[in-house]
């Protein structure tokens, strides 16, 4: 008999014939910035996962496997379409529900990425800040943005709830202000009404007291 083992190789070590670069998918073909996974239309970030499967996703994405879904799907839990990320077999509610990774159904300890409402609620809050926002923050808001900096949107939204915050504590400061003014307005005018009346009180009374030394009834 031949010793199977004998003719297996023991060498060890890299490659012996490196490649140079990375393989890339579709390298030779014009890419599509407008379509999904392009410079225009980034693909969302991978949430409600555990790392194995993280990695799993950011393999297919990598190499050109990746398949973006057309419309939600259904749950493999409630049974509502409302799995909008591919290669998730259950939606983020019930996901966190039970406690599990969205693809694999494993209960884990650590979930990767953000939850989808709190994505989404982070977009609206983005949405109004560059709404309300001087042209230099708005600026500065779409370039943070842009260039995926959320350290720098955060920091950009506090200073916004600042300005916000204080341009209200001025508005009621000058709201009170006014109130008092208005008060102070009237209580002047009721005493310059009284010391009107009591001046000419006064004259009256001087009037009758000189008419009376003079004789006249």
């Not at 970030?45 to 555990?50: A, I, K, N, Q, R």
């Not at 259904?74 to 039970?98: D, E, I, M, P, T």
Request: aromatic share 4%.
């Amino acid at each position: 008999m031949i010793n199977i083992s004998s003719k297996m190789s023991t060498r060890s070590g890299p490659p012996k014939h490196p490649n140079k670069f990375a393989w890339k998918p579709a390298a030779g073909c014009k890419k599509n910035e407008t379509e999904p996974g392009g410079k225009f239309r980034p693909l969302s970030e991978v949430s409600g996962v555990c790392g194995r499967c993280k990695d799993q996703i950011d393999w297919k994405r990598k190499y050109g496997k990746y398949k973006l879904l057309k419309e939600p799907t259904k749950c493999n839990q409630c049974g509502k379409r409302a799995v909008r990320q591919a290669y998730h077999n259950l939606c983020s509610a019930c996901a966190k529900q039970r406690g599990v990774c969205a693809k694999c159904c494993h209960v884990v300890n650590n979930i990767v990425g953000r939850d989808v409402e709190e994505v989404e609620a982070e977009r609206k809050q983005l949405e109004e800040a560059i709404k309300n926002s001087r042209e230099r923050d708005r600026r500065a808001l779409l370039r943070a943005m842009n260039t995926n900096k959320p350290e720098r949107l955060c920091k950009i939204l506090k200073n916004e709830k600042k300005v916000q915050d204080n341009d209200n504590s001025d508005q009621s400061d000058c709201s009170d202000s006014d109130k008092e003014t208005e008060y102070g307005d009237q209580d002047g005018k009721s005493e310059s009404s009284e010391d009107i009346g009591e001046s000419e009180g006064k004259s009256h009374g001087e009037g009758l007291k000189q008419m009376k030394n003079l004789g006249v009834s």
